[in-house]
């Protein structure tokens, strides 16, 4: 028995010795953890490699299976077999038909460059959503009554009975308008705002639950309530329309449930619903909602409820065709805020500050008799008096009312609305105001958090806290230029140039992946992209588009993306919206200069009012459009390359050649002075590599003494401050780059930090010196596009690059300047984390980098006075340097 023992632990110890010490862990399907709606018919397996050790690993080959129950060789339902491949992000199912449905489940493993192999991940999930419009059984259904304005919302329900043992359940819900359900009279899911803005007449998303707790044997109900939502608000400042989309909200549901015997059974939305209306009176986009409690309908989504006085429905017939599943991350709750001070204004206004400018809604308890209505409004900013100021926000209202129904202690919360705020205006309490009583909730896409920076400049710090609250607040469900006035519109050129900071920030791959998507869709016959995406403007009938820097978002956007993330699909998927870009711009052109069309230029670029000696920072915007012209071709022909398309890289690397050459002939002196001679001129042209070799560096030193020219401040709007520092390091003036970041008087980035800014702000000078505020009818206070400066912080500061697309490739190189004395950087990559951190002390610099799994880097260490740089070729590992 002994030796038989012995023979069974040597056996094992041998087994051991012949597997990796290589865990697969984070397993993700499209980049979503089991994700319960999927409807792609080849989707895409991701996984990360840890050793045990610490010890540096690189994956020479991989294995996937799928199954549609265990992994007994009956149940496998497909087995890539071992594949020759370091690839472990993006890996292709390339088995049968998927069904409509289905759950399936999939595991992984490795062999490592040791020829080791991993032991099998732990398994993983997904289910395929509904991927046909037959797989729909639902019907789409409408309040019974009259509903064609923003109030009141209505509300709709219907009863069920389930007597048997219940083994899954999947409720999938979309609307015209925004929903919030329940079962039972419990809310389904965590999510706000659904089911997100979309071309809804081309894509409309539904969202898929797993609501089997939820569910109870014997009598259930479901209760739905609407909102106008995107859908029917008066979106856009000029010149609004009420329903662009529809007049009418109305619903989609289903709830498949499959039983334990086999059996299955659909709840879906009928004609057997019945509709009414409750305390949510009001609720519109930017006007805010009024909530009168008086009106709640106590219980009207549990199975006890008595519905007899309520209305049915209506059934209504819409082709089910532009229905897609939901990729990106949802709306939902995030940080919360408490009152920093209670302020009484010149005015007498009671106002109350949360010390954070933030997106989202005020959550209220209050006490007082029935009937008494509370109304609170929202602003960014005190005014020079210190005042409530709410000029700024334009036509919108941005107020919450709330009518008490008696003397009990009662709590609100808005409903199918959000404001951009730091203060809040509070109107009828008649008892003395008790801070306490309200909490200030953010609400944004729930992207996970993927890089830091901090530095020892406390400055430098707040402007990262600043350009990670205005992402926050800028991307909910789409990328919006401001979150507060009479607008949040998705802003093709915003987007455009702070995707790069968007993707060091946050995990951007599903939010920007679903937004392009809407890109295509919107994009007109010609080829022109709107300046709004999706577009409200024109419905077809003629184009607001076309403009240099915001339509080239067509290819800057899907590029950026797979710089960062390595998905090729995201170019597969947008390639012919590239295409067309460049094939709309090259019709416009003449003699291949595009000197045609309306462009908004240099947005908000350095301006001086009565400019008598010509301070003024113009740049022609003819020249912008021919340097963006250039960049997207350039961005087309690099997509071809990835995918092969070999006839359209050769014709878009023709046309390049000639578009350059055409720039030179206009714009450029022999001398190599660039027409315009402002600092955009000099960034785009250096940054887009628009002049011949022997004019670069000569343009630097112009753009240089330009600088200088304005005391050390920029004078770039928001096409060229993106660029600007980056084209300072590339041509070895770094120095000069940081003496820009910190600026701290206007025009700067560090500015609006002394005048207590905690968002990037719109203009340079949103709070003037003297305490006045800018141009009320265009002066937000939470705007993202000038945080595009954080990409260059994590680049040249903490270090970080890619140094091929995804980071499977990683360049440590940070630039040392600026009087920091350390600064740290860390971004999770689709590989895992990487991280960089300097330090100076006397004259001594340490480093500490860490590489992950499967990935490659080239670490270049500068020594205290950046001098030289010693380089290190290195696979995964921490690294600690010394110089």
């Not at 690189?58 to 370091?86: C, H, M």
């Not at 308008?177 to 809310?187: D, K, L, M, T």
């Not at 590239?578 to 711009?585: G, L, R, S, Y």
């Not at 878009?652 to 402002?678: H, W």
Request: glycine share 8%; aromatic share 12%; charged share 20%.
């Amino acid at each position: 028995m002994r030796k038989k023992i012995l023979l069974i632990i040597f056996a094992v110890l041998l087994y051991n010795a012949g597997l990796a010490q290589v865990t697969l862990k984070n397993l993700t399907t499209e980049n979503l953890k089991d994700p319960i709606s999927i409807d792609t018919d080849t989707p895409r397996f991701s996984w990360l490699l840890t050793e045990k050790n610490n010890k540096p690993v690189l994956q020479r080959a991989y294995e996937v299976q799928v199954s549609t129950a265990g992994f007994n060789t009956n149940a496998i339902l497909w087995s890539s077999g071992k594949v020759p491949s370091d690839q472990s992000v993006y890996v292709p199912y390339r088995g049968k038909t998927l069904r409509s449905g289905q759950t399936y489940f999939w595991r992984v493993r490795v062999w490592d460059n040791s020829g080791k192999s991993s032991a099998w991940s732990k398994t993983a999930s997904w289910k395929m959503g509904l991927l046909s419009p037959a797989d729909w059984h639902a019907k789409w259904i409408e309040p019974g009554f009259s509903n064609v304005n923003n109030e009141p919302a209505p509300l709709l329900r219907t009863e069920f009975a389930l007597n048997k043992t219940i083994k899954e359940a999947t409720a999938y819900i979309t609307s015209h308008g925004f929903y919030e359900a329940q079962i039972n009279g419990v809310r389904v899911g965590d999510a706000y705002l659904t089911p997100g803005w979309t071309s809804y007449h081309k894509r409309l998303q539904y969202q898929a639950y797993d609501v089997k707790s939820l569910l109870k044997n014997g009598e259930n109900a479901i209760g739905v309530k609407l909102g106008s939502g995107w859908y029917r608000s008066p979106l856009g400042p000029d010149s609004p329309n009420p329903g662009y989309y529809g007049k009418n909200v109305a619903l989609l549901l289903q709830i498949k449930i499959t039983y334990t015997d086999g059996s299955e059974q659909y709840i879906t939305s009928d004609g057997n619903w019945k509709s009414s209306t409750g305390e949510l009176t009001f609720a519109e986009i930017y006007n805010g909602c009024i909530i009168d409690s008086r009106k709640q309908q106590q219980g009207w989504a549990s199975a006890s409820f008595n519905d007899q006085n309520w209305e049915p429905v209506k059934v209504v017939s819409f082709a089910n065709g532009n229905l897609v599943a939901t990729y990106n991350e949802p709306v939902r709750k995030h940080e919360t805020f408490k009152p920093v001070k209670l302020i009484v204004t010149p005015k007498g206004e009671k106002v109350i500050d949360f010390g954070q400018n933030l997106v989202g809604w005020v959550k209220v308890t209050l006490r007082g008799h029935a009937g008494d209505s509370i109304k609170i409004s929202h602003a960014e900013i005190l005014d020079k008096a210190g005042n409530f100021y709410t000029e700024n926000l334009r036509s919108a209202k941005a107020q919450d009312v709330y009518i008490l129904k008696d003397a009990s202690l009662q709590t609100f919360e808005p409903q199918f609305t959000w404001h951009g705020f730091r203060y809040i205006k509070v109107e009828g309490v008649k008892e003395e105001l008790d801070p306490a009583d309200f909490t200030a909730v953010a609400i944004y896409s729930d992207m996970k958090m993927a890089g830091s920076f901090a530095c020892s400049n406390p400055m430098l710090n707040q402007l990262q806290h600043n350009i990670q609250w205005g992402q926050k607040g800028n991307f909910l469900d789409v990328p919006t230029d401001c979150p507060q006035r009479d607008e949040r519109l998705g802003w093709t050129g915003d987007a455009q140039v702070f995707s790069p900071t968007a993707a060091y920030n946050m995990d951007v791959h599903n939010f920007f992946t679903k937004w392009l998507k809407d890109v295509a869709a919107d994009q007109y016959p010609s080829g022109s992209i709107p300046y709004i995406v999706p577009d409200i403007f024109t419905d077809g009938k003629y184009e607001v588009g076309g403009s240099a820097g915001w339509g080239d978002v067509a290819t800057i956007v899907p590029w950026n993306m797979y710089a960062a993330y390595g998905d090729k699909r995201i170019l597969e998927n947008q390639f012919s919206s590239m295409k067309a870009w460049v094939d709309f711009i090259q019709k416009q052109t003449k003699n291949n200069l595009w000197v045609t069309g309306s462009h908004f230029g240099d947005w908000l670029f350095y301006s001086v009012n009565d400019d008598r000696d010509g301070r003024s920072a113009i740049t022609s915007k003819y020249l912008i459009a021919q340097c963006f012209y250039a960049r997207s071709t350039q961005l087309l022909v690099d997509a071809a390359r990835v995918l092969g398309k070999t006839e359209e890289e050769q014709y878009y690397s023709l046309l390049l050649t000639k578009i350059k050459d055409a720039f030179v002939n206009e714009y450029v002196t022999p001398n190599g002075l660039v027409s315009s001679d402002t600092q955009t001129a000099y960034v785009l042209a250096l940054e887009f590599d628009m002049l011949p070799e022997n004019l670069r560096q000569q343009a630097a030193e112009r753009l240089v003494k330009n600088i200088k020219l304005y005391g050390n401040h920029l004078t770039t709007g928001f096409l060229g401050t993106p660029y600007l520092c980056d084209a300072l390091s590339k041509f070895g003036h770094t120095d000069v780059a940081y003496k820009l970041l910190l600026q701290d008087t206007y025009p700067s980035w560090l500015y609006p930090i002394k005048q207590g800014a905690t968002t990037i702000w719109e203009r340079w000078d949103g709070i003037k010196p003297d305490g006045d505020v800018e141009n009320a009818s265009m002066n937000s206070y939470n705007h993202y596009s000038y945080g595009a400066i954080g990409d260059w912080m994590y680049k040249h500061i903490a270090g970080i690059q890619a140094g091929s697309p995804g980071y499977k490739k990683i360049i440590i190189k940070p630039e040392i300047g600026g009087g920091l004395t350390w600064a740290e950087g860390t971004y999770n990559s689709v590989y895992g984390t990487i991280s960089c951190k300097w330090q100076i002390t006397g004259s001594k610099l340490d480093m500490t980098v860490t590489i992950p799994q499967n990935t490659t880097a080239v670490i270049y260490v500068p020594d205290a006075q950046q001098n030289d740089y010693k380089e290190y070729k290195v696979a995964a590992g921490t690294y600690h340097y010394s110089r």
